[in-house]
Each structure stands twice: as C-alpha cells, then as structure tokens.
C-alpha cells in the first residue's frame, strides 16, 4: 500500500513497543556525500549506534572516512559507477549537493545536485533499496528558486519512482562556518509568534547541525512505506526524541 505521509503526521513507528524495537534494531546504510557537511556528522552518530555503513567516496578520499565505515569508490555523477553495491535491505541516505548553496550556483545545482541526486534515485531504485533518505529544501520559498526547481525535480521523481521514501526539507542549518544566520534568530522568533507570519517562518526556520543529524538518523531508522516529509518543525523535534529512544 502507498502512503503520502507529512510532516504533522507522528508515523506509527514511534510510539509505544513499536518505537523501541526499531530504534534497537540495526540497519544497513549505503551514504551518498557522507565526507561533506552534514555527512561527516552523521556517519559518525550512526556508526554509534551499531549501523553497518558504507558511504560512497571518489578514489582518494577514503582517508575522510571515519573508522569503522565501508569505502565504497564511485562516482555520485554516474550511477553505474556504484549501484552495484547498493543491497535491498539497505537505506539509501542522498546527501550529494553544492556547498554552501546560493543564488550565483543555478548552474551548479543543475549540474551537481540535479545528476548526483537522480544518480543516487536510479541507483537505489535498480536494487531494490528499502528505504531512501533525500536531502531537499523547504518549499515553497521566495528566493532560491534554481536550488528549490532541482529539489522538487528529485522529491517528484522519487515518487514517480514508487520508492519508499523520507524527504528532509531544512532550509538553513547552523553549525560550524554556518553561524551568520544567528544574527537573525530574534526575527524568526518573532515572526514565529505573529499570525501572519507563522506559517511562512516556521516552514522556512533555521535548524542547527544536532537537529539535522538527529532527523536523519530518526529517518534512517524508521524505514516507512509511501514516502514521508519532514519540514522544519519536524526536524526540529527529532533530537528530542532521539534523546529518550533506547540505542
């Protein structure tokens, strides 16, 4: 059965008996980006939790890997380069994007997020893969609209696909060589409160690097049918609820 799952939707697996058996369980995890920003935190945290990883890398960059992960050599470009080693019961976690993305990098995100992340799509769809872990934006949004046309180009060919899926939406993530946009927090929690605003700023809200990473793992760990999202709000919670779920 397809399920369209949103973001104010709590899934079934995270409550009662349910939730502790899957936060127990251990998971085969194939990472595409896992030696970029968000990568480089989350391989580690799920390595903590005793999932198998394997995480995609061009030849010469193994040594970025933490202990304890699979290199896997290929290129993100080009799917053929890697789907060989992507298992059905693996979770496949696209992460592959322009650093620091900005409305200068249209052309980039054409080239480098458009193919990386239809690659990693074809990919796990040829095998079979049980669950898919996309990194999109927050949308709608005034600004940035080639980085949202390529997101939305991915998040629709995942459905079209058929694959099961959880689609993250952040739009800013603060952490380290991130930090300007906390000079804007006190707008945000203004604009958070006002009704006019509310919607607009909660779904275009910052979150920080431990909330993404905790919304990751939550994701990676909660393999759902249909395909699930979650925006802001959602990502913001899931560090919450990582804290009290048994490892």
């Known amino acids: 059965m397809w399920i369209e799952k949103s973001e104010n939707q709590r899934p079934a697996y995270l409550s009662g008996k349910a939730q502790e058996a899957m936060s127990q369980s251990r998971q085969s995890v194939f990472v595409t980006g896992g030696t970029g920003y968000l990568g480089r935190s989350l391989v580690p945290r799920l390595l903590e939790r005793g999932h198998t990883v394997r995480v995609l890398v061009r030849a010469g960059s193994e040594g970025k890997l933490p202990p304890g992960c699979e290199a896997v050599t290929g290129d993100p470009l080009d799917a053929d380069s890697f789907k060989r080693h992507v298992r059905r019961a693996d979770t496949f976690v696209q992460l592959v994007g322009v650093a620091h993305p900005s409305p200068a990098k249209a052309a980039e995100f054409r080239r480098i997020d458009l193919v990386a992340g239809k690659a990693g799509i074809r990919a796990a769809a040829d095998a079979g893969a049980r669950h898919l872990v996309y990194l ?36 800013y993530v603060l952490g380290p060589g991130h930090r300007w946009p906390y000079l804007f927090l006190p ?6 409160v006002l009704p006019a605003t509310r919607e607009g700023a909660l779904r275009l809200g910052l979150v920080t690097l431990e909330q993404m990473t905790a919304a990751l793992v939550e994701a990676v760990e909660g393999p759902i049918e249909g395909v699930r999202t979650m925006g802001v709000s959602e990502i913001r919670a899931a560090s919450e609820r990582l804290q009290v779920q048994p490892n």
């Open 136 to 171: 999109s934006v927050a949308q709608p949004a005034p600004m940035m609209k080639a980085y949202l046309a390529v997101r939305a180009e991915c998040e629709a060919e995942i459905r079209a696909i058929g694959l099961p899926a959880t689609i993250l939406r952040p739009w």
């Open 187 to 192: 707008f945000y929690r203004l604009m958070e």
